[in-house]
């Protein structure tokens, strides 16, 4: 950990939504690390240890989804709160991504605040 403050990975596909969910983190005091992909992301988990991921469900390749069910199998990986940000949903779409692990989640779009909330929220619960 960078100087005592809490590493959060955003995990997202799309630059300009990686970009702002990182730079909302940032001036939120944490540090910030970026992956763009599932298939690099499980081993920047691996390396990086995170406090808190936030996961794009829709990804091209290897879905947030199934990242997030792959992280629960592991378990070097399975008590990370994962915040799962996505276009979808629906009550069936939130559903599936808590029964996969997910700590929370939101749909986009996502406030400030929101998401600020969100990562303190699965903090304090992480124990």
Known sequence: ????????????DEPDTIEMFAEMMHLSGFVVEKAYSGEVALDDIVAL??????LDRMMPGQSGLELLRRM????RLSLIPVVMVSAMGLPNDVESGIE???SIYLAKPVSFR?????????LKHAG
């Open 49 to 54: 240890q995170p406090d808190v991921i936030i």
């Open 100 to 102: 996969a692990g997910a």
């Open 72 to 75: 629960r199998r592991d378990e």
């Open 1 to 12: 950990m960078t100087d005592g403050r809490k590493r959060i990975l955003v995990i997202e």
């Open 114 to 122: 929101q998401l600020r909330d969100a990562v303190h929220s699965v």
